[in-house]
């Protein structure tokens, strides 16, 4: 009989966070990376709010906040000057404990998540490589080239491909990955200095297409960069003192170090299919796109957490292989909205000519800080780059609609004073019944409590009493709300009943009670 673990192919973020993810639950996992070590340069610099969310469920958000900057205000330059300035501390307050920017640049992210696994006995297999696998009802049975180029046969009940865009998982797969690739060469330098920008604060140079972003981080700055108008014999050569010019100029900034330089080309794909059969394509695997609004590695991240407990689920015999059916569809039309929703932005800021320089030096400077200064729009704003509104609303977990909450909604936070809060439950990483109403009784339609049915079936019940911060997050007093482990809302009703949830769990092949 194969035995129950899974093996995960790359251990970039998405790996890694995918294997500590089901080791939490339980599950036993190998990790393997082609790559001798984990990578010292990186593109991904953004920690979104939902991703901190995922991360409070495992318990490494303080340490990851702690890693990174919190990004205080975002500048606009043109013409040498700060055009425009953003304030993006507590832009999203009310909604997440996590209502700030926070920057934690990848390799860094990598390290972090490396040393968790490896206080729960789990190690990244390096210069490991998948070289073959194959299917059955069974499970999956992989070769693998150790690093004295020796090969080993590994069963696996499944296998998750998060070995980035040149997947080989979905290469032997076969799972097409269309899109295309932008013109133009990007640049990535991480540089010490000194100069007005070097603070906590996010600085953009849009005098031209060829933009430059400076990230803050302890000690040093993240440059982004576009190389234009350079031939093509010459591209691939380049060095930082190749593209220090205007941009770097208006920035203001004097770099006394740098301490690497890359280049890169930016696409934008998604893989026709996320799963076949045992096999799962999860992060660059997946979906590839522009740096705009930094959602490529916490997309990523959502794959793994959306996988996991449903493999945890199916593997412990809490639901029936059907389950991971909805991981595709959950995630697949995330990423086709994402990937159209950066091109639009990135080909924005990237376009040439006077039409997009007069929008980008004339226009966005007047227009942003308006915007923020909006409350429905910031919070907006906030909800959008965050992934605080990514929902699964189409789902086949996803049921009901109470106050402004429908299945398949992120459960809103709520802020029960005295450092408390109602995600405070969500690191058991279970299924669990939250209801938020006034004191009295709790009953239900046709006499029967959500008391009653939550023990019948053996869930976890949460009651916290009704109040203004409820209402404002659109939950309903006395409503109901069956909460995934990942954080979702699978039902919304105000009238559940034993009989409601039972039929829930039996109609998509769960286990309760």
Same mark, same amino acid.
């Given at each position: 009989?194969?035995?129950?673990?899974v093996?995960?192919?790359?251990?970039?973020?998405?790996?890694?966070?995918?294997?500590?993810?089901?080791?939490?639950?339980?599950?036993?996992?190998?990790?393997v990376?082609?790559?001798a070590?984990?990578g010292?340069?990186?593109?991904?610099?953004?920690?979104?709010?939902?991703?901190?969310e995922? #991360?409070?469920?495992?318990?490494?958000? @303080?340490a990851?906040?702690?890693?990174?900057?919190?990004?205080?205000?975002?500048?606009l330059?043109v013409?040498?000057?700060?055009?425009?300035?953003?304030?993006?501390?507590d832009?999203?307050?009310?909604?997440?404990?996590y209502a700030?920017?926070? !920057?934690?640049p990848?390799?860094?992210?990598?390290?972090?998540?490396?040393?968790?696994?490896?206080?729960?006995g789990?190690?990244?297999?390096?210069?490991?490589?998948?070289?073959?696998?194959?299917?059955?009802?069974?499970?999956?049975?992989?070769?693998?080239?150790?690093?004295?180029?020796?090969?080993?046969?590994c069963?696996?009940?499944?296998?998750?491909?998060c070995?980035?865009?040149?997947?080989?998982?979905?290469?032997?797969l076969?799972?097409?990955?269309?899109?295309?690739?932008?013109?133009?060469?990007? #640049?990535?330098? =991480?540089?010490?200095?000194? &100069?007005?920008?070097v603070?906590?604060?996010?600085?953009?140079?849009?005098? =031209?297409?060829?933009f430059?972003l400076?990230?803050?981080?302890? &000690?040093?700055?993240? +440059?982004?960069?576009?190389?234009?108008?350079?031939?093509?014999?010459?591209q691939?050569?380049?060095v930082?003192?190749? !593209?220090?010019?205007k941009?770097?100029?208006?920035?203001?900034?004097?770099?006394?170090? !740098?301490?690497?330089f890359?280049?890169?080309?930016?696409?934008h794909?998604v893989?026709?299919?996320?799963? @076949?059969?045992?096999?799962?394509?999860?992060?660059?695997?997946?979906?590839?796109?522009?740096?705009?609004?930094?959602?490529?590695?916490?997309?990523?991240?959502?794959d793994?957490?959306?996988?996991?407990?449903?493999?945890?689920?199916? +593997?412990?015999?809490?639901?029936s292989?059907?389950?991971?059916?909805?991981?595709?569809?959950?995630?697949?039309?995330?990423?086709?909205?994402?990937?159209a929703?950066?091109?639009?932005?990135f080909?924005?800021?990237?376009?040439?000519g006077?039409?997009?320089?007069?929008?980008?030096?004339?226009?966005?400077?007047?227009?942003v800080?308006?915007?923020?200064?909006?409350?429905?729009?910031?919070?907006?704003?906030?909800?959008?780059?965050?992934?605080?509104?990514?929902?699964?609303?189409e789902?086949?977990?996803?049921?009901?609609?109470?106050g402004?909450?429908?299945?398949?909604?992120?459960?809103?936070?709520? @802020?029960?004073?005295?450092?408390?809060?109602?995600?405070?439950?969500?690191t058991?990483?279970?299924?669990q019944?939250?209801?938020?109403?006034?004191?009295?009784?709790?009953?239900?339609e046709?006499g029967?409590? !959500?008391?009653?049915?939550?023990?019948?079936?053996?869930?976890?019940l949460?009651?916290?009493?009704?109040? @203004?911060?409820?209402?404002?997050?659109?939950?309903?007093n006395?409503?109901? #709300?069956?909460?995934r482990?990942?954080g #979702?809302?699978a039902?919304?009703d105000?009238?559940?009943?034993?009989?409601?949830?039972r039929?829930?769990?039996? =109609?998509?092949?769960?286990?309760?009670?």
């Amino acid at each position: 009989m194969t035995e129950k673990i899974v093996l995960i192919a790359g251990a970039g973020p998405t790996g890694l966070v995918l294997a500590l993810w089901l080791t939490k639950l339980g599950v036993k996992v190998r990790i393997v990376d082609k790559a001798a070590e984990p990578g010292t340069t990186s593109r991904a610099l953004a920690v979104q709010a939902r991703t901190l969310e995922f #991360y409070h469920q495992v318990g490494i958000d @303080d340490a990851v906040i702690a890693g990174g900057v919190k990004v205080e205000k975002l500048n606009l330059w043109v013409g040498g000057r700060r055009k425009a300035s953003v304030p993006l501390r507590d832009t999203g307050k009310g909604l997440t404990p996590y209502a700030f920017a926070l !920057v934690f640049p990848q390799d860094a992210h990598e390290r972090l998540l490396i040393q968790k696994l490896g206080e729960l006995g789990v190690r990244v297999e390096r210069r490991t490589e998948l070289l073959r696998f194959s299917q059955s009802d069974a499970g999956v049975t992989a070769t693998l080239r150790r690093p004295d180029g020796s090969e080993e046969v590994c069963d696996a009940a499944y296998l998750a491909g998060c070995d980035g865009a040149s997947s080989a998982v979905r290469g032997q797969l076969g799972v097409g990955f269309p899109g295309g690739t932008y013109t133009g060469l990007f #640049y990535v330098a =991480d540089v010490e200095g000194t &100069g007005e920008a070097v603070d906590n604060e996010l600085h953009v140079d849009i005098e =031209d297409a060829d933009f430059i972003l400076l990230f803050p981080l302890h &000690g040093r700055v993240r +440059l982004v960069g576009t190389v234009h108008d350079l031939p093509e014999g010459e591209q691939g050569n380049l060095v930082f003192d190749d !593209v220090r010019g205007k941009a770097l100029e208006q920035l203001k900034l004097d770099v006394e170090k !740098v301490n690497w330089f890359s280049t890169y080309r930016v696409h934008h794909r998604v893989a026709l299919h996320f799963r @076949d059969r045992r096999a799962f394509l999860l992060g660059d695997a997946a979906h590839i796109h522009s740096p705009v609004g930094g959602q490529g590695m916490n997309t990523g991240i959502g794959d793994a957490v959306n996988l996991a407990w449903k493999i945890a689920a199916v +593997l412990k015999g809490d639901a029936s292989a059907n389950l991971l059916d909805t991981y595709e569809p959950e995630r697949i039309r995330f990423a086709r909205r994402l990937v159209a929703t950066t091109d639009r932005g990135f080909t924005l800021v990237t376009r040439r000519g006077g039409i997009a320089r007069f929008v980008r030096t004339r226009i966005v400077p007047l227009v942003v800080p308006l915007a923020f200064r909006t409350g429905a729009m910031r919070r907006l704003l906030f909800r959008t780059v965050s992934q605080t509104t990514v929902n699964y609303r189409e789902s086949a977990l996803s049921v009901g609609a109470v106050g402004r909450i429908r299945g398949g909604d992120r459960l809103p936070w709520v @802020d029960l004073g005295s450092g408390k809060d109602n995600f405070a439950p969500l690191t058991s990483l279970e299924w669990q019944v939250h209801v938020y109403r006034d004191g009295g009784s709790g009953k239900v339609e046709g006499g029967r409590g !959500v008391r009653e049915a939550c023990a019948e079936l053996q869930l976890p019940l949460h009651v916290f009493g009704w109040g @203004d911060a409820m209402r404002r997050a659109g939950l309903q007093n006395g409503a109901a #709300y069956l909460v995934r482990p990942d954080g #979702y809302v699978a039902l919304a009703d105000s009238s559940v009943t034993p009989e409601r949830l039972r039929r829930y769990f039996t =109609d998509r092949g769960l286990q309760r009670g």
